[in-house]
């Protein structure tokens, strides 16, 4: 009984008269489109994909493919020239599918070798993202709505104390069930400046606060704290909050490293300045008097 052979040349697109580049690009393009990694649970596409790969094995080896030929072409009686569903004739060749066939008695195509397919399950693939967050944000951790170069958007749970260059790793969240790293940038701030686990900041006085001295409201990570100044405080002389620094990889906590710096009044009203003059008249520091 004849045996049913499916037309190679139809289903990789090309002429019977195509060179070995142009199967081969017809190949790797039909090869991309009918994939299983890129047509999940499509068993049409699977069985295309296979089709493909079974027509490329023949028509890509010179040997198999004037095999093919020869039996095709040569002593085989080709139907006029492929047939329907229906067994009407199809004349014209623009009308082709891939599962045009061709009825001969001698080319069995079990006896070709099938070409490996490659496997149906997705390739997992780790990736990477940048994340910027603000200082109070890597400080204190929390949730964060990120966007990928994917176009997934994830809402991730930060956690505390984030540095700068620091990678989280979120499991299953990259491609195809991998992993996803995060590095950390965290962004300069206006105010804190980080000094390894210390935090730097400079805090203006009035002229009465620096010679007067008392508890002065200073800004840290954890909210406004009161700081003493001592009597007589000169502008650039630093000052120490112990442990309200930035936390290490192990939790430990540095110091903030607050300076001074002591400001005039831009615009002093008149009772303030009518104050400054009385002062200036009793006022006993005299601080070019040595100059010479």
């Known amino acids: ?24 690009k017809s190949f790797r393009q039909l090869a991309r489109k009918y994939h299983p990694d890129v047509n999940p649970d499509n068993k049409t596409a699977e069985e295309t994909f296979k089709d493909i790969n079974e027509a490329y094995d023949v028509l890509s080896d010179e040997t198999k493919r004037a095999e093919y030929d020869q039996l ?28 045009d066939t061709w009825t ?16 149906s399950t997705p390739t997992k693939r780790d990736i990477e993202a940048k994340l910027t967050l603000p200082l109070e944000k890597a400080y204190q951790g929390g949730k964060e709505r990120i966007r990928l170069e994917d176009g997934r958007s994830l809402e991730v749970e930060m956690p505390p104390f984030m540095l700068n260059g620091q990678r989280i790793r979120l499991k299953n969240q990259g491609i195809n069930g991998g992993d996803l790293y995060l590095k950390i940038t965290v962004a300069r701030h206006h105010f804190f400046e980080i000094q390894g686990n210390d935090i730097f900041c400079v805090i203006p006085l009035t002229p009465s606060e620096a010679v007067l001295g008392g508890p002065v409201e200073v800004p840290t990570l954890d909210g406004l ?27 430990n906590r540095g110091d903030q490293l607050v ?34």
């Open 1 to 24: 009984m004849p045996q049913t052979v499916r037309n190679y040349y139809e289903i990789l697109g090309v002429s019977r008269e195509a060179t070995p580049e142009e199967v081969k």
């Open 104 to 119: 001969v008695k001698d080319f069995n195509p079990a006896t070709t070798k099938r070409p490996k397919v490659m496997s």
């Open 225 to 251: 704290v009161k700081m003493m100044v001592p009597k007589g405080v000169k502008t650039g002389q630093r000052l120490r909050l112990a442990n309200k620094g930035y936390p290490n990889s192990q939790g």
């Open 259 to 292: 300076e001074i710096q002591i400001l005039i009044p831009p615009e002093p009203t008149l009772e303030e300045l009518a104050l400054y003059q009385q002062l200036a008249q009793i006022e006993t520091f005299k601080p070019r008097q040595n100059l010479l």
């Open 72 to 99: 095709i072409f040569g002593r085989a009686k080709r139907r006029p020239p492929f047939t329907q569903g229906n067994g009407n004739a199809v004349n014209n060749t623009n009308n082709r599918t891939p599962f």
